[in-house]
């Protein structure tokens, strides 16, 4: 599967912003998605997961409360909202594809980035 983010770009601290992952090649129903996040001199962080039908999902600590994982399967699209978005949450924000079956993000975007000006 090939994996395209897009949306990301400059917002002020406090706005709010969706970022969109567009998956082809393969039907993204047929993967658990995630996005994970990247700043400058820090190490790649998971975001949020959601599985292959869109029943479960999580965020991590760092976010929740303000960001929300979505699937549209019917356009093979993924979702990040964005909300109250802080300094922090400047990053290289990239989705990623686990395989049904699998452990592990196999499959990953090239990222787009969000950054949030005080």
């Known amino acids: 599967v090939h994996l395209v983010e897009s949306g990301g770009g400059l917002v002020q601290v406090g706005e709010s912003l969706t970022i969109t992952c567009t998956g082809s090649?393969?039907?993204?129903?047929?993967?658990?998605m995630g996005w994970f996040r990247q700043a400058p001199g820090k190490d790649r962080e998971f975001v949020a997961r959601?599985?292959?039908?869109?029943?479960?999902?999580y965020v991590a600590d760092s976010v929740k409360d303000r960001f929300t994982i979505s699937r549209d399967n019917d356009k093979n699209t993924l979702y990040l909202q964005m909300n109250s978005l802080k300094s922090e949450d400047t990053a290289l924000y990239y989705c990623?594809?686990?395989?049904?079956?699998?452990?592990?993000?196999?499959?990953w975007g090239q990222g787009t980035q969000v950054t949030v000006s005080s």
């Open positions: 990623a594809a686990e395989p049904r079956g699998s452990v592990k993000f196999e499959y």
């Open positions: 090649g393969r039907p993204l129903s047929d993967y658990g």
């Open positions: 959601i599985s292959w039908k869109g029943g479960s999902s």
